[in-house]
């Protein structure tokens, strides 16, 4: 075990980031090149974890795209195998355990399957696919790591079971791996990545999360999870080549629906609808922060809206990238790290991940609780310190207009509903 400070050949250990049975790996310093990095040791005198970390380093080296842990170098010093890769901020099991978009998920998803199609195309079954083994990067870049059980596909796959015993495959635990066993590891994956549960056996649908996974997904990615998780390997996808081309195919019919043109719409209408839009954008977009689009008729509109302000529509802003650290995963609006509550849906409280407090210039009044006192955005429903129900009505600046039920600020002149209780708009 190796000890902060230490030096081992060029590299200057930092501090222990895992230990596990066969291998310990460090954060660490390179001295000649500047540049920090991640150690992997084989545990001294084990010649079974030296020899899977050399075929490891074999693999990976064969293995050159964005989305795959890069080995930089492998070599032995003081009696040490000792392995150099990229350093990453954390793991995706890290990331899950945290507040997460579907929009940054669905990001997520694409490379994680990326990585794995890329080692599927030149014939290597990767064996040990889960959310420890995908590392996260500067702007949200996702690799795919730990090729150490990886094995190559020939005529004849003589393989071990090794792998992890919560993301395996049925025929993989039985010594049997192929490509689709890797399919249906990367499937749980991404079954816990949007529904936040891991599915336990004999994986009867409907699994545990899955009312969760509904309210996040469409009904057509629910049955590609589904499609890759079957008991069967034959009824799978063959391999992650053909599982990312099916992902691809949903994507690319969710965006060729939303550039579709409304059926009864004139090209008059559209347009007028699209000078309203630009009108409302250039008096109200900082005020409002409206830098999503409704997931009905893609109108502008901001996280904080309870209804679509154009169509009625319920969170309209559901699954988009927020403006905020995290989200909540109830109702998957932005929110801070230092908050305890959802500011917006009166959820439960969130796991505490921080004792900082963040400054922020969009704070600009107080909770109405004498005992709290904390820091409010405009159309907070609720106080993110205390969970206390905000009773002063929030004005909306540059329009003197109020809604006639919750009287809250609206652009009467814009709207058709309440942005925040969904009340039709007269404009009489």
Partial sequence: MLRARQKIGKYRILGRISSGPLA??????DTIQKTRVALKIPRSGDAT????????????????HPNILSVLNASYIDDHFVIA???????????IERRTSTARAMELAAQA??????????????CDIKPENYILFPGNQLKLADFGFAKISLRTLKASGSGTIDYIAPEQAMGRPKFQSDVFSLGLVLYRLFSGKL??????????????????????????LR?????????????????????????????????????????????????????????????????????????????????????????????SESLLASTCPRCERGAKNDWNYCSW????????????????????????????????????RYCPWCRTKVKKPWKL??????????KWGIAKEFWNYCAWCREPVRRD
């Fill in 345 to 380: 849906c009166y959820g439960p409280g969130f796991v505490e991940e921080t004792s900082r407090r963040y400054p922020d210039k969009r704070y600009t009044s107080r909770c109405g609780s004498s005992r709290c006192r904390g820091p409010l955005m405009p159309f907070m």
């Fill in 227 to 319: 499609k890759a998780i079957q008991l069967d390997p034959s009824k799978r996808y063959r391999d992650a080549v053909q599982m990312q081309a099916a992902f691809e195919r949903l994507h690319s019919h969710a965006r060729r629906q939303k550039r579709a043109k409304p059926k009864n719409g004139s090209r008059s209408e559209s347009s007028w609808r699209q000078m309203q839009w630009r009108e409302f954008q250039r008096k109200y977009r900082k005020v409002l922060h409206t830098s999503h689009q409704c997931r009905r008729c893609e109108g502008p509109v901001s996280e904080s809206m309870q209804a679509c302000p154009w169509c009625g529509f319920d969170n309209p802003a559901r699954g």
């Fill in 113 to 126: 399957l990326a990585a794995l199609a890329h080692a599927h195309e030149h014939k290597i079954i990767h």
């Fill in 49 to 64: 974890g030296e020899r899977e970390f050399l075929h490891e380093v074999q693999v990976a080296t064969r293995l050159k």
């Fill in 199 to 224: 599915p336990e056996w004999p994986f009867e649908w409907p699994m545990a999360g899955h009312d969760r996974l509904a309210s996040r997904v469409r009904p057509e990615f629910t049955e590609f």
């Fill in 397 to 406: 600046r540059g329009s003197r207009q109020t809604c006639k039920a919750c």
């Fill in 85 to 95: 890769m990229e350093l990453g901020d954390e793991s995706l099991a890290d990331r």
């Fill in 24 to 29: 310990d790996v460090y954060r660490a310093f």
